[in-house]
């Protein structure tokens, strides 16, 4: 990905910018939306700008709301760090909120990181048409700002349901308060745009590494045609992303998640996060998020590998819970590639064995930056996603053929589901041990409308025996755990004191 991001700042200066009816005169001597936008290399570094939200997003944000919130992971309470954080609210499903907002801060800062991408490629979609460049880099770039706009607001109506809908540029503050569109409304602006994207973007063999291609933006698609049960519209989409786009299974499961410095956008990657080790600002930490803590330098040593190997205290997040341990099969090589196990001679808890997501932790060279890449769609979900797809038009046997690619490739034997609902049950089980870590239990359980039967369960669990999900011995989980078990998000309250409309 280039490394200019001029643009950043030029196009918030833009949607800040505020004038009176009366001024038609652009100053040519101020930097605008207006006076930047002239050449393809202006679009170029607009599109730059338009993917770098998506870099805080998946190292900080989306991995507490999308995979926290569910019996995937759980938080290690370290009674010596202080005060409950919001991050633990979201794990325990206790995020308070009235009036359909919350104060959460992961909430809002999720919140604004989408719209960041919303807003600057409706710069782009707004100017790219007027400006006169060759016509194959301007379907690229238009295509990929397409993608993003529409792969910001599938996130944003999957965790809040209802959202502003903002198509154009934002000139001034009563533009930016916009009434909540409907559910139906974002789904209707996501296919539009994802439609359109995989048109104009080329396919994976084309197309710069790490950026948006027609194959991710079909499978978008699909994702939203699943997500809306409308399984024989991803059906045509998702045989022409696996026979036509390149994707393949790497042989191991292992590399299909690319290291600190290679195997990045390999070939079973349809779309990943794009990160740098070093110093230029492009790295992410996520491991250091992850481990549990508090954890001695001996001890991360052997995990991180780095030449200065840390102490650290923090409170722990996103640990694998005891339910995601045992939903692996006897003999399934994911789990070893998955997870982990940590002893931390200075935990309160009697057990002081601790799971972690060994996934994500590749050797690296400084303590706290790391530039392993953030797999958000992989082509075995695209299988995966076809075998559900066929299953639910009443097809099992023809959903089995994809569902045991993915399982051979673990070391399992095919599937032994024959029926609609046995194979239903096969597809869900797979869909999390295949892609746990990635950020997809929470939309899986949403979507099928299991938030209250499983989360209700796992809640129960965690109150009834909490030293086995990570407490200290005398320390339970606070009394409104497992009390908001809700499909969606309350909005961010900060963002609710800017507008009437929610």
């Not at 490739?409 to 990635?438: D, H, N, P």
Request: hydrophobic fraction near 40%; glycine fraction near 6%.
């Amino acid at each position: 990905m280039k490394t200019r991001y001029i643009a950043t700042w030029l196009l918030t200066f833009a949607l800040a910018g505020c004038r009176e009816e009366f001024l038609t005169v652009v100053p040519e001597t101020a930097l605008s939306s207006a006076t930047f936008f002239v050449t393809q290399s202006d679009f170029q570094q607009a599109v730059n700008a338009a993917y770098v939200p998506l870099r805080q997003m998946f190292n900080e944000r989306a991995w507490v709301l999308e995979e926290m919130h569910s019996d995937n992971t759980y938080y290690a309470r370290n009674t010596l760090y202080g005060a409950v954080d919001p991050t633990e609210n979201v794990a325990d499903f206790a995020v308070p909120t009235a009036g359909g907002v919350t104060a959460n801060d992961n909430v809002l800062v999720q919140y604004r990181l989408n719209y960041q991408i919303i807003a600057r490629t409706n710069q782009i979609l707004a100017l790219i048409d007027g400006v006169d460049f060759p016509e194959e880099p301007k379907k690229n770039l238009k295509g990929q700002a397409l993608f993003l706009r529409a792969f910001a607001y599938f996130d944003l109506v999957r965790l809040f349901g209802k959202v502003p809908l903002h198509l154009v540029p934002v000139t001034g503050r009563e533009d930016a308060a916009s009434p909540l569109a409907s559910t139906e409304e974002i789904y209707a602006q996501i296919e539009k745009d994802a439609k359109e994207a995989s048109t104009l973007l080329p396919n994976k063999a084309k197309q710069e590494a790490g950026r948006a291609t027609s194959g991710a933006a079909k499978t978008v698609l699909a994702n939203l045609y699943i997500t809306q049960k409308k399984w024989a519209l991803a059906d045509p989409i998702l045989k022409d992303v696996i026979t036509n786009d390149g994707y393949s299974l790497m042989p191991d499961y292992n590399n299909a998640f690319s290291t600190t410095t290679a195997n990045k956008n390999n070939a079973e990657s349809v779309f990943e996060i794009q990160y740098m080790e070093g110093s230029a600002g492009y790295n992410g930490n996520q491991i250091y998020r992850f481990i549990p803590s508090p954890i001695s330098a001996t001890e991360i040593a052997p995990i991180t590998g780095t030449s200065n190997p840390q102490a650290t205290s923090q409170e722990s997040n996103n640990i694998p819970t005891p339910d995601l341990i045992a939903a692996y099969e006897t003999g399934d090589k994911r789990k070893e590639a998955s997870i982990g196990y940590v002893t931390l001679s200075g935990s309160l808890a009697e057990n002081k064995v601790y799971p972690y997501i060994k996934k994500y932790a590749k050797t690296h060279s400084l303590h706290n930056n790391t530039g392993q890449n953030w797999p958000v769609y992989r082509y075995a979900e695209v299988l995966l996603f076809m075998a559900e797809t066929l299953n639910e038009q009443g097809k099992p046997a023809e959903a089995a053929t994809f569902l045991n690619q993915v399982r051979t490739r673990a070391g399992l034997a095919a599937t032994t589901a024959t029926s609609q609902a046995t194979m239903r049950e096969a597809i869900f089980k797979e869909r999390r041990v295949e892609l746990a870590f990635e950020n997809k239990r929470w939309f899986d359980l949403t979507r099928t409308g299991r938030v209250k039967e499983i989360i209700g369960a796992y809640g129960a669990k965690v109150k009834a025996n909490p030293q086995a999900y990570y407490f200290p011995k005398g320390a339970v989980p606070p009394p409104n755990a497992f009390t908001v078990l809700d499909d969606y998000y309350g909005l961010p309250a900060v963002e609710a004191a800017l507008t009437p409309h929610f």
